[in-house]
């Protein structure tokens, strides 16, 4: 049986939704105490590739459990008044993301449009993790 939606028009239609910034602006970003960049790539990505300093890392698996308050995997960084800038690879995950955060009232979130891949290119900073 055929897919009635495949990825490609689920990121379209969360890319319609959501803000996406450039990773420019996202390089311009960091650094700043009210912004927390959120990086929801496997781990095997992390320690291969590295990470933007100073990121959470947030299993996509989990993201949604460590949004709700009232979930037992409640993390407390989603309640405070942050701008929180998501990022995987290469925005697809992120952008998916974006769109579910949003859904579940989760203020002042966006993401990376190219992910890590277009952070790199951009010149940003990156974290080595040491574990290649």
Not at 20 to 31: H, V
């Amino acid at each position: 049986m055929p897919l009635k939606i495949g990825v490609k028009e689920l990121v379209q239609r969360a890319e319609s939704e959501i803000d996406s910034i450039a990773a420019e602006d996202a390089i311009a970003a960091a650094g700043y105490d009210n912004v927390l960049f959120i990086d929801l790539r496997d781990v095997r990505e992390l320690e291969r590739e590295g990470k933007i300093p100073g990121a959470k890392h947030v299993p996509r698996g989990m993201l949604e459990f460590w949004i709700d308050p009232e979930s037992p995997y409640h993390k407390t960084y989603f309640q405070e008044k942050l701008r929180f800038i998501f990022y995987c690879n290469l925005g697809w995950r992120s952008a998916l993301a974006t769109q579910s955060a949003q859904t579940m009232g989760l203020e002042n979130v966006c993401h990376i449009r190219g992910g890590f891949e277009a952070w790199k290119a951009a010149g940003g900073t990156i974290q080595d993790l040491g574990k290649k």
